[in-house]
């Protein structure tokens, strides 16, 4: 049975978990038992007044940051109202036998379904074409909680989430670790690009935390939050606190920051902060915090696109050593259908060479090195270095990146198993070294970056 209630003299029933459906007029109490087995589903019995702070009120009172709203009969000149004036409150609406008044002038964003009978068919189309994202559909009463069932488990975004998640994966951030003394003494803490600084007066930052994280309900309800903005020597780091390993603290160096939350160290910046505001936003929420401390070094920050780690002190070392060198050869290692694509070399009859520009007369350059590409018919993403390094015998400085090969024409490409590379058709030991690498790195999947000559340097890694 569902538990009746009374707060401030709003009288609702409620029963079942999960998301909230609130039900507003007709047959409510009959629908929330229907509903109970999926959602949260709280009949609302409304008074006279206005509708829109009875609603406002329950869903402060009862906790919930958003909700799906079904209004029956006279119940639906209640949603549209609350649909109107608290749009970040509401997921979708339903209008069961209703098709009130809508002003046009006031938007409703969320999606919105219209269920009638026939009769009333015409009107509730109208209705549907004055929503953003309004439809109608003609049901008997047999129909409408099927109808209602699948409308409320509909996804609220047309969008493939995979692509959408790309999309916005191509905005290069850095990567934070967020932590937080929490409530109850216990150190929490994970993986965050969302950082963005707000405001210096007062001093604001924000991140954004999934709802589906362990930890959310900790960092909700936390007095503050430290967000550690890691260092390219940090990656591991990275990767503990996106784990959902219990013990992340007792595997990383931290300490407690002024204000008391966790501060990682080898850290190239820190902001220890007091809860500013918590904002509900879709499947996250946003936490701000206030500054209340904060340091920086001189280390270099990890970098984050599309997916990959990217060290920007390599990067930058790549572009100085591409303007100070004599001469400098940009080439690249490409793939395509895992195969190693290798051109003619010009100056050696059965000669191969990576695609690359600059041996020969001037420096090369990154976007010469796309216009041969386009030449010999392929397109690439070069979007990772992995080799920068002085040829000894040709004094050339030499930068080679990695990435695939889409080939849009029959080109003079010559397409190479990784497992039977034609070494002796390469033009030097400093380009087989390197795919020598290069093949044993993509067998395991983490490529590292070279610096140095072609003997001696550094290799970091970076994925
Ligand atoms: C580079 C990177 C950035 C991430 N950014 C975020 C983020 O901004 N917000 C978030 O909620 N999760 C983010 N994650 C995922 C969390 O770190 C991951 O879900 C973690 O398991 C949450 O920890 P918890 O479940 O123990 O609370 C990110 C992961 C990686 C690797």
Redesign the pocket.
């Known amino acids: 049975m569902p538990a009746h209630s009374t707060i401030g003299g709003i009288s609702y029933s409620e029963k079942g978990e999960g998301e909230a459906v609130l039900f507003i007029g007709g047959d409510a109490p009959a629908l929330i038992d229907a509903f109970a087995g999926g959602f949260r589903a709280i009949a609302l019995d409304i008074a006279a007044g206005d509708s829109v702070a009875q609603v406002r009120r329950l869903l402060d009172e009862l906790a919930i940051t958003s909700t799906n709203l079904v209004g029956h009969g006279s119940g639906g000149e209640a949603v549209l109202a609350v649909a109107a004036a608290l749009p970040h409150r509401v997921r979708r609406i339903a209008l069961v036998e209703a098709v009130p008044d809508h002003d046009a002038a006031t938007p409703i964003l969320c999606p919105a379904l219209i269920v009638t009978g026939k009769a009333l068919g015409p009107e509730a189309d109208a209705l549907a074409r004055g929503l953003q994202r309004g439809r109608s559909a003609i049901a008997g009463p047999g129909d409408i909680r099927s109808l209602l069932g699948s409308f409320l488990t509909e996804r609220l975004s047309g969008f493939d989430n995979r692509e959408l998640r790309s999309a916005f994966g191509s905005f290069m951030t850095g990567?934070t670790i967020v932590t937080t003394a929490g409530v109850d003494g216990q150190p929490?803490g994970?993986?965050?690009?969302?950082?963005t600084s707000v405001s210096l007066e007062p001093p604001l930052l924000m991140?954004?935390?999934?709802k589906q994280?362990?930890?959310?309900e900790v960092f909700r309800n936390a007095r503050g939050f430290a967000v550690n903005i890691l260092s390219e020597a940090q990656k591991d780091v990275?990767?503990l606190?996106?784990?959902?390993r219990p013990d992340?603290f007792e595997a990383a160096a931290w300490r407690a920051g002024p204000f008391g939350n966790p501060l990682i160290e080898g850290s190239a910046a820190w902001f220890d902060c007091a809860r500013y505001q918590v904002i509900d936003a879709g499947d996250?929420i946003i936490l701000m915090g206030h500054v209340e401390a904060f340091s920086y070094s001189d280390a270099n920050p990890l970098g984050?696109a599309r997916g990959h780690y990217i060290t920007l002190g390599l990067e930058q070392a790549a572009v100085n050593a591409a303007s100070s060198a004599s001469r400098t050869v940009v080439g690249a290692i490409l793939e395509n259908d895992n195969r190693l694509v290798l051109l003619p070399d010009a100056t050696r009859p059965s000669g191969l060479v990576l695609p690359e520009v600059g041996r020969h007369g001037h420096s090369g350059s990154a976007s010469q090195l796309h216009e041969l590409l386009q030449r010999e018919g392929m397109d690439a993403t070069l979007g990772f270095l992995f080799a920068v390094f002085e040829n000894p015998g040709t004094r050339e400085q030499c930068i080679y990146y990695r990435g695939e090969a889409l080939l849009h024409a029959r080109g003079r490409m010559v397409l190479a198993d990784f497992e039977d590379i034609p070494w002796d058709r390469l033009p030097d030991e400093a380009t087989c070294s390197m795919l020598r690498r290069y093949a044993a790195e993509r067998k395991i999947g983490r490529f590292k970056v070279y610096s140095g000559d072609h003997r001696q340097g550094t290799v970091k890694a970076v994925d």
Do not use: D, E, L, Q
Request: positive net charge.
């Open positions: 990567v929490r994970f993986t965050a690009n969302s950082f991140i954004c935390i999934g994280a362990a930890s959310m990275s990767v606190f996106a784990s959902k992340k996250h984050y």
